[in-house]
Each structure stands twice: as C-alpha cells, then as structure tokens.
C-alpha cells in the first residue's frame, strides 16, 4: 500500500531509488530528475527550491564527521601505543600509555557526540556515520591487541563520555567508565540511535539496515547485536547491574517538541531510550525484527544455547522464533559436532528428554571430550524423567568407564612396561608384601615399568638430533638429552586458543575435569552406588595397583617433573581418590555385614539362653514341690496326687 499523498508510481520509484549505489543515485538525479523542474509549472518549481533552500539551512550548522582525517590522526594514536608498549618492556618508568589511552579516548569521545548529532538531530549522513562507528570499533579492538607489557592503564582507566544535543548544549546521555574495553556500550548505544532514526525518517531503508548489522557482526561478534537492541545493556533491566561501568540521565532530556512524556515510556518496554518520544516505538520494533532476521540466518549455520536464548529474549514474537530455532536446531543437529552439541544443550535447557534420546541415540559418536560438560547437562536433564533415568546412569557408567579405559592408554606412554606378564606377576606378589616392608621393592617394580629414554640406551633422541644438525636450538630436560620430551614446549593448559582444541584433546586430555563431571553427574541423577560399584570393580581389575597408595606415589613421583605429563598425574590422584572412597565403602559395607552378622549371632545365643534358663526354673519348681508333698503328708492328698505323675519334660519338649 502506497503511503499517504503518494501514488504507485512515486512510491516505486522510492523504492528502487533507495537501492541504487549514491553514484547511480546523483546520476539518475541530475540526468532525469533535476531537468524535470525546468518542465513544472513556476509555482511547483519555486515551492521546490524553496524545501531545498529550507533543508540547506537546517544543515548548515551539521558536524563534519571528516572520516579519513580522523582515521588519519586515529592511526598516528594507535602507532604511538604500540610504540609505547614495545619501549616499556625495557623501561617502564618511560610509559606514558596512560595519557596515550586518555587522548584516544577523548578523541572517540568528542566524535561520537558528533555523529550522535548527525543521526538523531540531523537525521542525515547515516552511512557515513555507520563507517565511523565501524572504525571506532576496529580501533578499540586493536588497542586490545598489545605486543607485551602491562595492561593495567588499558584495564583500570577512568573517563567520561558525555552525549550533548548539538543545537542547545543540553545533555542527553552520560556514561562513565572504568576500562577501554567499555567503550564499546558507547558504540552500540549511538548505533541503536542511528538505526532509530534512519528507519524513522526513511522506511525503505531496511535492506541498508539488514547490511550494516552484518557490519557490527563482523567486527564485534553476534553477541554485540543483543546488547545494541538494549542500548549496550546486556540485560534488559533499565540498570546495569552486572557492570562497574554506569550511565546517567541528567536532569535535563532532549526530548522531540512534539512529545514531552517520552521519558515515561520505559516503564513499558526495556528497548525505549528515554529521550525518545513514543513514535519510535515502531522503528526500535522494526529494528529488533531486522537483528532478530540476522541473528537466526547466523542460528543455522552455528547454532549455540547462548544465541537462541538471545533470539527469545529480542524477538517481538517469542513463541513462534523459538518454535522456529528448536526446529532448526534438531534438524540440523547431525551436521557437525558444533551443531550436534549445541543442540544438546538447547534441548537440555528445555527440558525435552524425549528430544534429547532422539539425538543421542543417532548423533553420539559426534561428541568430542571437549563438549564433556554440555554432554552432562544433557544426560542430566534426560534422568530428571523417570522413564529415562536408567538410561542416564548407563550413559554415567559407559563414560565414566571410558575415562578410565583413555587414562590406561595415555598411562602406556610413560610406563609402556606395566602389562609385561613378569610386571603383572610381580605386582601380585608385591601387593601381599606389608606396606611397611616393601619400599625397595616398589621402587625397583616402578623402574622395571617405566619406559626408558632413548638416551638410556644410547640412542640419541631424533628430535633433538634432527634439531642439532638444522643448527637449531637444543632444549635440554634433566639431566640427559635423550629425555627430552617431545611435547613439553606445548603450553596448552595456559594457551586457550580456540583453534588448538583438536590438539588439547589429543595431547593434553583432561582426565580429572571430566571423571569429576561425570562423577557429579552420576550423584544428581541419583541412586549412584550401582554404578559406581560397577565402575569401581572394572578399575581395579585394569589397574590394580590404585588400591596401593605407596605405588601410586611412586610413580607420580617418576611423572611429575614432566610438564607433559601432568594431565596424566592429574587424572592419577582423580582414580586413586575414587578408588580409595570406593574400598572405604566396601570396608564399611564389610564391617555392617559383620555387625549384623554378630548381632543376629548374639541374639540367637540369648534366645537359647533364656530357654535354657527357662527350662531349669520349671524343673527346679517341681522339684520343690514334690519335696514339699512328701514331706507333708495329710488330709489334702487326695488333691495333690494328680500333679504327682505330670511329665514337666514333655511340657517343656513341648514348648
């Protein structure tokens, strides 16, 4: 439908001339549209010159926002930094990072309030303005990027960026800081602004709108995207109470002529700025459709639990998109291990255990040990139904029991001799030798299963020869050269690089973070002892020496100066703390065995007791009373006679 006072054909051409490139949109205007005015009628012609002459005026006074000049004096900043940074490594005392810092941001400061001028009061200048802002952000984002030395100033720095309406001097918005890295909330609070006003002032601008947010996308992550919609908030409560960062509204508002009560409208919807008037409710709508249109094209190529809990909370129609992403999440699911896991975790967060078996039961093999926690989450949300519980502590079971089967693999590399049959052997006889009596015995059994270095056997280690005769560098471990160990210039525990993950799992496998997890899983799904039981039994049988605290010593003792091998003593003290819980509770188990055992023992001992005693009582009352019949004898015998034959031993069998 065409707007108001506009016909089919002028609104097409609105259209189409909204989506030419600004050179074909200056050609088309002074080719076909300015050659237009000589043919009108003098009274149009003149009322158009007129609109053209008001707008110059009203732009006269605009900021110039001079994109390359500032880029230029930006880029001499960020050279003088880096600069900085290289020479304080050498002398400290001669930093003066902290004033650099400062003049940086007071020169972002100084052009945000420029650009805010230009979009929201000028309302003009909207692409210029986002190319701006995109290079505030690739500096912020290099100012990040140090080349050593202390961060402290970059971290710890406090400044101010105030907002003031350009034509009055009034404020507007002001934030303080504590941190550079901050800065950014100014950035996605002016493009809020910014996509505000270009949709309020040219519907049509949609397409424009949809590119730049995959601008923002690019430079600062999805997650920036969210927090634009909230005005740099990454919640949507109208304080920001998970940040040492604030922003203040000063008491007095720009607020349009038209619509003093603007500030009002907060208490409504989290995504109106105060200094907006209630018709921009319609755009701020819009634009959240628009990043809501980027997010969940980005959704389905890389799902996350993260993104589609932020698509819900932006969405103007919440049921339906997250109808939509569970959807797209299931069906996709089995694509990649990404995908596959943060499924899980969608489902798992929905609590849709049915879902969740579905997936598990075709897409298991694509789990990796790094999705190790999202995995729990999930098999904990399938025992939360009762008809899935048993399934969930079999899963426990079978990943516990993995754990333990990838521990024996990785301990081969160090003590490749452990399974030999003679070590087998002579660790049975070792564990029946009192631990007191046996330290030299231990020693000399842990030497026997230790793999020899190649220097050991007079074979120089190939990497440190290959190294030697490249006339390279020869890193030395201990006190031999062919101890060198081939991957302990691998610093993966501290270097957490998304890329290296294949690696970390590969070569520094976390043993003890995962056994702990499942460990922790297995007690909240409940009844846990079966399976622990279980896992515990099928340990001990592939190691037995965990139930020998003294051999375990040993041989972390042989392990831990490695730097490669600390995952592996980790993941040691994690088995041998199961395994020696596990015994604790066999023993306790073992001792209540007994006890009941004794008490059943001793309650049958006074069962007999107390009828043995009772048989003795009735054999000494009649006794007594025969006695006492024979010893008075007299008129009442007649009476007595009858109890003088009574068999009290077969009353007594009786009984």
């Not at 105030?162 to 493009?191: A, D």
Request: with cysteine; hydrophobic share 35%; net charge negative.
């Amino acid at each position: 439908m065409s707007p108001p006072g506009r016909t089919k054909a002028s609104t097409s051409f609105v259209q189409i001339y909204d989506t030419l490139p600004p050179d074909a949109q200056r050609t088309l205007l002074e080719s076909y549209i300015v050659p237009l005015l000589d043919d009108l009628p003098d009274s149009v012609a003149t009322k158009v010159l007129d609109s053209a002459k008001e707008m110059q005026t009203h732009l006269k006074a605009i900021p110039k926002l001079d994109y390359q000049a500032k880029r230029t004096e930006l880029e001499g900043l960020l050279s003088e930094i880096e600069r900085d940074q290289k020479l304080s490594l050498y002398i400290k005392e001669r930093s003066s990072r902290e004033q650099l810092f400062e003049e940086t941001m007071d020169t972002l400061s100084t052009w945000i309030n420029d650009i805010w001028s230009v979009i929201f009061e000028y309302q003009t200048n909207f692409r210029l303005a986002h190319q701006c802002l995109i290079l505030a952000a690739e500096m912020l984002r290099r100012m990040f990027s140090t080349h050593g030395g202390c961060n402290c100033a970059f971290l710890n720095l406090r400044f101010v960026t105030s907002i003031r309406h350009h034509k009055t001097g009034k404020f507007v918005k002001t934030f303080r800081f504590t941190g550079v890295p901050n800065f950014e909330r100014v950035l996605l609070w002016t493009w809020r602004e910014l996509f505000v006003s270009m949709l309020a002032s040219s519907p049509g601008q949609k397409h424009a709108v949809s590119d730049m947010l995959q601008d923002i996308q690019a430079v600062l992550s999805w997650e920036s995207l969210p927090k634009m919609v909230f005005g740099g908030r990454t919640t949507d409560s109208h304080s920001d109470l998970d940040s040492e960062m604030c922003d203040t509204e000063t008491e007095t508002e720009f607020l349009t002529e038209d619509d003093e009560d603007g500030q009002d409208y907060w208490r409504w919807t989290p995504f109106h700025a105060d200094h907006w008037p209630k018709s921009a409710n319609f755009p701020i709508d819009d634009v959240r459709d628009l990043v809501q249109q980027c997010l969940v094209s980005y959704f389905h190529v890389s799902p996350s639990l993260e993104l589609y809990t932020s698509i819900k909370i932006i969405s103007t129609n919440a049921l339906a998109v997250q109808r939509s992403l569970l959807e797209t999440a299931e069906s996709n699911a089995l694509w990649s291990s990404d995908n596959f896991i943060a499924a899980l975790s969608i489902f798992a967060n929905e609590d849709s255990a049915e879902v969740i078996w579905k997936l598990h039961t075709g897409g298991a093999h694509l789990i990796r040990p790094r999705d190790a926690v999202d995995y729990q989450t999930a098999v904990v949300a399938l025992g939360k139904k009762a008809a899935f519980r048993s399934r969930a502590q079999k899963i426990c079971q079978d990943q516990l029991l993995a754990i333990v089967r990838e521990f024996r693999a990785e301990l081969y590399l160090p003590f490749s001799r452990l399974y030999d049959p003679a070590r087998v052997s002579e660790l049975e006889s070792l564990v029946k030798q009192k631990p007191y009596s046996r330290n030299a015995n231990v020693a000399s059994w842990v030497t026997a299963v230790s793999t020899p270095n190649p220097g050991d056997l007079g074979e120089p280690n190939p990497m440190a020869f290959a190294a030697m005769m490249m006339g390279l560098p020869v890193p030395v471990a201990g006190d031999e050269l062919g101890g060198i160990e081939e991957y302990n210039g691998l610093d993966l525990a501290k270097d957490r690089d998304p890329d290296l993950e294949d690696l970390r799992d590969e070569f520094r496998p976390q043993f003890k973070s995962r056994f702990e997890g499942w460990f922790g899983a297995t007690i909240t799904i409940g009844k846990p002892d079966q399976v622990f039981r279980a896992v515990f039994t099928e340990l001990v049988a592939m190691m037995p020496f965990l139930r020998e605290p003294d051999i375990v010593d040993e041989m972390l003792n042989r392990i831990s100066d490695k730097p490669s091998k600390h995952h592996i003593c980790d993941g040691f003290e994690t088995l041998q703390s199961f395994t020696m819980a596990e015994v604790c509770k066999e023993q306790v188990r073992q001792r209540h065995k007994e006890a009941r055992g004794r008490r059943k023992g001793k309650a049958a001992g006074q069962n007999a007791q107390a009828s043995s005693s009772g048989q003795s009582s009735q054999t000494r009352n009649s006794t007594s009373r025969t006695s006492a019949s024979r010893a008075n004898p007299g008129p009442s015998m007649s009476v007595r006679q009858p109890f003088a034959g009574f068999d009290f031993d077969g009353l007594d069998s009786v009984d």
